[in-house]
């Protein structure tokens, strides 16, 4: 049988809020993401050459409860750059959204030998007709000039609260960043290649819908030679 391998699953919300039990615990209320950390067999090749991960299956249920109320196939995400799979459940999950009451969720490693279960997630409401207030982001900096060698940078990333989702993209092929998502307030690495090209360029990165734009000089090209003259 497949190991039970995956860690605590922990459900994180797009532009949702938190509130708290009676215990203090925070739950989340109408969450979209799942977050965990994969299977630590999600690379791995069975004997045959099978994987022995083919996909993840989310389960909900009720506090408590042994059977699921309701189980969806999240295929074989990605791991993001840090390390962790986060997927919009709202997407897979049959009769969204889920009626009111308070739930918690598992996530299940599958393939050809069995399963591995993970432990409950933090516990988490669906308020049909409650509206979340709205995330907002903001930028360590929003304009920045590097030199025309290669290199690595970072920008730090302020969201109005930690279960705020935001993605990152690059409009420029010789700037790549180091994760495409991240959840609340965070660093999102970038790398820049050589600019040979004898012209400063620029390129903007998104992330959480504000812009950052980078202006990267060239890299000096050699002096030309002077005083050419050609003789018999």
Known sequence: MLRTIIRTAS??????????????????????????????????LTAEGQALVTRYD?????????????????????VDADGKIRVDFSTVLVGWPLANGTYEARVAAVGPTGSGESDPSNPFDFQVGVTPPLCTFTLSTTAVSIEGRAGSSSVSVTASAGTCGWTAASNASWLTLATASGVGSASDGYSVSRNGTGQTRTATVSVGGKVLTVTQASVPRPAPPKGLRVSR
């Open 58 to 78: 989310l389960q909900i249920f009720l506090p408590g409860a042994s059977q699921p109320i309701s189980t969806a196939s999240l295929g074989k995400p990605a």
């Open 11 to 44: 459900l994180f919300l797009l532009c949702a809020f938190s509130s708290l039990t009676a215990a203090g615990q925070t739950t989340v209320v109408n969450p979209k993401v799942v977050e965990f950390d994969p299977s630590a067999d999600h690379t791995t």
